[in-house]
């Protein structure tokens, strides 16, 4: 009951927030010259019938309304100067497969191994397995993921030839064709989140396992693996289980650059082609993607928070 | 029951005696040195090595971003805004060492055809340095039925600048003539018969009697056969000429001309001419082109346009890092000191403007405010938007963690206003974790920076100035053929942000003072 109604008070709370985001944002880009709309043929009487139809013409809170109304229903108008005419929902869709394939193929690729490392390095500790794993993850983790990107490419493609230079797109994304080709991309993006994993899981685990409850599962006659699978694991994951979580969800946005540079047609490939625009970059297609991103983060946060109740009975019964 | 001190009850006044009364007792003072708390984090910190490291190289790297520019020599920098022709000295490789060490020395690797091979062989002899310094491989192909052989060979990105063909007037041609005289250097080279050798045209290198596709067609010795131009005017006064131009003074019949006059008397006349690109640059810019990270593919020195980008990005993290130290501490300070509803309130905000995702915020302001007060002062309002609600949460916890302590309230009895609790009582305590967020703020935001510059969002490109960013941007997509012009911006980023990530590391240990004593 206790953390239903804490729950419910963070969804609320994070609405909340999610909406005062989105006006700001929907005020700041109303407040900016629509070009596009004043460009729209040389006829004054054109113009004024398309900003009539599109309700340029209303007050700022009635185009809220009409913004909000339609964007329930899946509208977020068309492309003026981006993929000019074309649903900008529909655009979106198509694209949002290709990023989500990438980032859950990075993450089932590097979750695991991130969290393998980690053991190891926690079990192995202050020897020179451990030394040499947290040297790696230290410089893997500092360095950006388009460096890696670089590095990837250069070698795969250039060097040894065993990739393409860019993702193969005419299957759709759900396709072996699709996944084999965005290899370099998945490579470079897991590097840092091996790291990552790596490094948190060693934190985490060399703490539980200098607790006396470990010592006492020894003393009661566990081997060093059954004690360390059943006690100090499932303690350890009470915190990295929340982070796999957050990870998923904002990773979506890390994979900007990377998309642009396998030139993966995603969502932020996509959010990158209608800020740079021309004329003008396209506000609708801006919104959306505001939104999306937005909601992401949001979204991570709070599942951040309450996968903690989920995994773990002490802090879902409260303090009591 | 006191049986024990019964002995000691009664003791006679006249039997105490004054310790030390010829000596008033005060406090010792003490004969070490006290140390303070930043004394011990500097002493802790010193103690971990790779920090320390870390911390040199970024010293190092400011240093570089510092003093770099200045190295650049403002002859070719200057040239970067008015000059076209400097897109000839492209894509030159990293030079350190002399050309000839195999490493980091100019030369690049290449497999070439035949042809190309004996293009660069004339060229040696024509121009009278080394081009090819390294045969590492020679293999042959058939294709088509046809054998061809391939070279692989080290060659020289300097002296193998391509031969251009330009168009002086008559003072610029005089002048360079006056200038080949003084330094005895060949810039000009003598004009090729097109009819003698037609693959000229599309290749000025070739300067021997050859077919359509450049083949060399030997003379009777198996040599190069020169196919100079000998006949018309150049009026060239110079005394520098090639050593197998039959000039001989007084006598021009048969001697090679050095260029093609154009134009007529009365308007002026123009002289086509064939130069040397390497000892063109020499009278250009006043140096010998060496460039220790090459040039990029506009003929920039990456060292000094790489210096400039990380000049900017340190300044702009920095500037971004004070402003976020103050907005953050008092914001912070306040929230965490009253708590409350002021707390509860300043909390929503700060929620909100986090909630933006950053690449939101920085287009925003991009599109609102670039135009207004210029593109950089629009990325330091985004960047300081949401950048200090990091240090103020951090802040707030400190401030939350200290204020129930006694000896603020000991303060406060004695009346002190909140303000100076707040500053002069718990701030200090939590100087540790402020330290330790400013410096860590610098790596995120020239990573940010550089992100947003590579992506195109904000464009710092232009010939007075350069980001790392969109270095790297433009580099990427001239990898296959040039590589480091990607790698040396690329190893600046990867170096600075290992560093800084160690040199936060061991900051955050040493001004943890729960830590002290642990390592050892």
Same mark, same amino acid.
Request: charged content about 20%; some cysteine.
């Given at each position: 009951?206790?953390?239903?109604?804490?729950?419910?008070?963070?969804?609320?709370?994070?609405?909340?927030?999610? $909406? #005062?985001?989105?006006? !700001?944002?929907?005020? %700041? /880009?109303?407040?900016?010259?629509?070009?596009?709309?004043?460009?729209? =043929?040389?006829?004054?009487?054109?113009?004024?019938?398309?900003?009539?139809?599109?309700?340029?013409?209303?007050?700022?809170?009635?185009?809220?309304?009409?913004?909000?109304?339609?964007?329930?229903?899946?509208?977020?108008?068309?492309?003026?100067?981006?993929?000019?005419?074309?649903?900008?929902?529909?655009?979106?869709?198509?694209?949002?497969?290709?990023?989500?394939?990438?980032?859950?193929?990075?993450?089932?690729?590097?979750?695991?191994?991130?969290?393998?490392?980690?053991?190891?390095?926690?079990?192995?500790?202050?020897?020179?397995?451990?030394?040499?794993?947290?040297?790696?993850?230290?410089?893997?983790? $500092? #360095?950006?993921?388009? !460096?890696?990107?670089? %590095? /990837?490419?250069?070698?795969?493609?250039?060097?040894?030839?065993?990739? =393409?230079?860019?993702?193969?797109?005419?299957?759709?994304?759900?396709?072996?064709?699709?996944?084999?080709?965005?290899?370099?991309?998945?490579?470079?993006?897991?590097?840092?989140?091996?790291?990552?994993?790596?490094?948190?899981?060693?934190?985490?685990?060399?703490?539980?396992?200098?607790?006396?409850?470990?010592?006492?599962?020894?003393?009661?006659?566990?081997?060093?693996?059954?004690?360390?699978?059943?006690?100090?694991?499932?303690?350890?994951?009470?915190?990295?289980?929340?982070?796999?979580?957050?990870?998923?969800?904002?990773?979506?946005?890390?994979?900007?650059?990377?998309?642009?540079?396998?030139?993966?047609?995603?969502?932020?490939?996509?959010?990158?082609?209608?800020?740079?625009?021309?004329?003008?970059?396209?506000?609708?297609?801006?919104?959306?993607?505001?939104?999306?991103?937005?909601?992401?983060?949001?979204?991570?946060?709070?599942?951040?928070?309450?996968?903690?109740?989920?995994?773990?009975?002490?802090?879902?019964?409260?303090?009591? | 029951?006191?049986?024990?001190?019964?002995?000691?009850?009664?003791?006679?006044?006249?039997?105490?005696?004054?310790?030390?009364?010829?000596?008033?007792?005060?406090?010792?003072?003490?004969?070490?040195?006290?140390?303070?708390?930043?004394?011990?984090?500097?002493?802790?910190?010193?103690?971990?090595?790779?920090?320390?490291?870390?911390?040199?190289?970024?010293?190092?790297?400011?240093?570089?971003?510092?003093?770099?520019?200045?190295?650049?020599?403002?002859?070719?920098?200057?040239?970067?805004?008015?000059?076209?022709?400097?897109?000839?000295?492209?894509?030159?490789?990293?030079?350190?060492?002399?050309?000839?060490?195999?490493?980091?020395?100019?030369?690049?690797?290449?497999?070439?055809?035949?042809?190309?091979?004996?293009?660069?062989?004339?060229?040696?002899?024509?121009?009278?340095?080394?081009?090819?310094?390294?045969?590492?491989?020679?293999?042959?192909?058939?294709?088509?039925?046809?054998?061809?052989?391939?070279?692989?060979?080290?060659?020289?990105?300097?002296?193998?600048?391509?031969?251009?063909?330009?168009?002086?007037?008559?003072?610029?041609?005089?002048?360079?003539?006056?200038?080949?005289?003084?330094?005895?250097?060949?810039?000009?080279?003598?004009?090729?018969?097109?009819?003698?050798?037609?693959?000229?045209?599309?290749?000025?290198?070739?300067?021997?009697?050859?077919?359509?596709?450049?083949?060399?067609?030997?003379?009777?010795?198996?040599?190069?056969?020169?196919?100079?131009?000998?006949?018309?005017?150049?009026?060239?006064?110079?005394?520098?000429?090639?050593?197998?131009?039959?000039?001989?003074?007084?006598?021009?019949?048969?001697?090679?001309?050095?260029?093609?006059?154009?134009?007529?008397?009365?308007?002026?006349?123009?002289?086509?001419?064939?130069?040397?690109?390497?000892?063109?640059?020499?009278?250009?810019?006043?140096?010998?082109?060496?460039?220790?990270?090459?040039?990029?593919?506009?003929?920039?020195?990456?060292?000094?346009?790489?210096?400039?980008?990380?000049?900017?990005?340190?300044?702009?993290?920095?500037?971004?890092?004070?402003?976020?130290?103050?907005?953050?501490?008092?914001?912070?300070?306040?929230?965490?000191?009253?708590?409350?509803?002021?707390?509860?309130?300043?909390?929503?905000?700060?929620?909100?403007?986090?909630?933006?995702?950053?690449?939101?915020?920085?287009?925003?302001?991009?599109?609102?405010?670039?135009?207004?007060?210029?593109?950089?002062?629009?990325?330091?309002?985004?960047?300081?938007?949401?950048?200090?609600?990091?240090?103020?949460?951090?802040?707030?916890?400190?401030?939350?963690?200290?204020?129930?302590?006694?000896?603020?309230?000991?303060?406060?009895?004695?009346?002190?206003?909140?303000?100076?609790?707040?500053?002069?009582?718990?701030?200090?305590?939590?100087?540790?974790?402020?330290?330790?967020?400013?410096?860590?703020?610098?790596?995120?935001?020239?990573?940010?920076?550089?992100?947003?510059?590579?992506?195109?969002?904000?464009?710092?490109?232009?010939?007075?100035?350069?980001?790392?960013?969109?270095?790297?941007?433009?580099?990427?997509?001239?990898?296959?053929?040039?590589?480091?012009?990607?790698?040396?911006?690329?190893?600046?980023?990867?170096?600075?942000?290992?560093?800084?990530?160690?040199?936060?590391?061991?900051?955050?240990?040493?001004?943890?003072?729960?830590?002290?004593?642990?390592?050892?």
């Amino acid at each position: 009951m206790y953390y239903l109604k804490y729950v419910l008070k963070r969804i609320l709370l994070m609405l909340l927030t999610f $909406s #005062v985001i989105v006006v !700001i944002c929907f005020v %700041l /880009v109303k407040l900016l010259p629509n070009q596009p709309a004043e460009q729209f =043929g040389k006829d004054m009487e054109l113009i004024l019938l398309r900003r009539e139809m599109l309700g340029y013409d209303k007050p700022i809170i009635e185009q809220f309304y009409r913004f909000v109304k339609l964007a329930f229903q899946g509208n977020f108008g068309v492309g003026e100067t981006y993929k000019t005419g074309n649903e900008v929902w529909e655009i979106f869709s198509n694209r949002l497969p290709f990023t989500i394939v990438l980032n859950v193929a990075t993450m089932i690729f590097s979750v695991p191994l991130g969290l393998l490392l980690g053991i190891f390095a926690a079990l192995k500790k202050n020897k020179w397995q451990d030394h040499l794993i947290s040297t790696g993850v230290m410089i893997f983790v $500092s #360095v950006p993921s388009f !460096i890696y990107a670089f %590095l /990837v490419q250069y070698i795969l493609y250039f060097k040894l030839g065993w990739t =393409g230079a860019i993702a193969e797109v005419t299957n759709g994304a759900w396709s072996w064709m699709y996944l084999k080709s965005i290899i370099p991309a998945i490579l470079s993006m897991s590097f840092g989140t091996i790291a990552g994993f790596a490094r948190y899981t060693r934190a985490e685990l060399t703490e539980v396992l200098t607790s006396d409850f470990m010592l006492l599962a020894r003393t009661k006659g566990l081997t060093r693996s059954q004690a360390t699978v059943r006690h100090a694991m499932r303690n350890a994951m009470v915190p990295i289980f929340p982070m796999i979580l957050g990870e998923f969800l904002s990773i979506m946005s890390g994979s900007l650059i990377i998309e642009q540079i396998f030139t993966i047609p995603g969502v932020g490939e996509l959010y990158i082609g209608a800020i740079n625009a021309q004329p003008a970059p396209d506000y609708n297609f801006f919104m959306l993607l505001t939104v999306f991103y937005t909601f992401l983060g949001l979204a991570a946060g709070i599942v951040i928070d309450l996968s903690y109740g989920i995994i773990d009975p002490r802090i879902r019964m409260g303090a009591k | 029951m006191n049986d024990q001190f019964a002995l000691y009850r009664d003791i006679p006044r006249e039997k105490f005696a004054l310790v030390g009364e010829e000596r008033a007792i005060k406090d010792v003072k003490f004969d070490t040195k006290p140390v303070g708390y930043l004394r011990d984090a500097f002493r802790r910190f010193c103690r971990n090595k790779a920090s320390v490291v870390a911390g040199i190289i970024i010293l190092i790297l400011l240093l570089f971003a510092v003093v770099g520019p200045f190295f650049g020599h403002d002859t070719y920098t200057e040239a970067y805004q008015t000059d076209v022709s400097i897109v000839n000295y492209q894509f030159m490789a990293p030079r350190l060492f002399s050309p000839g060490t195999g490493f980091w020395d100019g030369t690049k690797k290449q497999e070439i055809s035949k042809n190309r091979y004996d293009i660069y062989l004339a060229m040696e002899i024509e121009r009278n340095k080394d081009i090819i310094t390294k045969v590492l491989a020679e293999r042959t192909t058939e294709q088509l039925g046809k054998q061809s052989v391939l070279y692989t060979v080290r060659v020289d990105t300097y002296t193998s600048l391509k031969t251009q063909i330009m168009t002086l007037t008559q003072a610029d041609y005089d002048a360079l003539q006056a200038w080949q005289d003084e330094h005895q250097i060949q810039v000009i080279l003598p004009y090729v018969d097109e009819s003698k050798a037609p693959a000229t045209k599309n290749n000025p290198d070739i300067w021997y009697v050859s077919d359509q596709k450049g083949n060399a067609k030997y003379d009777a010795d198996g040599n190069y056969d020169p196919a100079y131009k000998t006949n018309g005017t150049d009026n060239y006064t110079s005394t520098m000429r090639l050593a197998s131009d039959p000039y001989n003074s007084g006598n021009t019949a048969g001697a090679y001309r050095y260029a093609k006059r154009t134009g007529t008397a009365s308007s002026g006349y123009n002289y086509v001419v064939r130069v040397d690109s390497y000892n063109m640059f020499c009278y250009r810019y006043g140096f010998e082109p060496s460039f220790i990270f090459g040039t990029n593919e506009r003929g920039f020195d990456i060292f000094t346009r790489l210096a400039e980008g990380a000049r900017f990005s340190f300044m702009l993290a920095i500037v971004v890092s004070v402003i976020n130290l103050f907005i953050g501490a008092i914001y912070g300070a306040i929230e965490g000191y009253y708590g409350g509803a002021a707390d509860m309130i300043m909390e929503r905000v700060s929620d909100v403007l986090s909630g933006v995702p950053f690449m939101v915020v920085t287009v925003l302001f991009n599109l609102h405010l670039a135009s207004k007060v210029g593109i950089i002062p629009a990325l330091l309002f985004a960047f300081v938007l949401t950048g200090w609600i990091g240090m103020a949460s951090r802040v707030r916890m400190q401030f939350y963690r200290f204020k129930n302590q006694e000896y603020v309230l000991a303060a406060r009895t004695l009346g002190a206003r909140d303000a100076r609790i707040m500053f002069k009582h718990i701030f200090p305590n939590s100087l540790g974790t402020i330290i330790t967020g400013s410096i860590l703020v610098i790596p995120g935001v020239i990573f940010s920076e550089t992100s947003l510059s590579y992506l195109g969002i904000i464009n710092l490109d232009s010939t007075t100035m350069s980001s790392v960013g969109s270095m790297l941007s433009t580099g990427q997509a001239c990898m296959t053929t040039a590589p480091h012009v990607v790698l040396f911006p690329a190893l600046f980023i990867a170096l600075l942000e290992i560093s800084f990530n160690l040199f936060g590391n061991g900051l955050r240990d040493a001004f943890n003072p729960s830590l002290r004593g642990v390592e050892e």
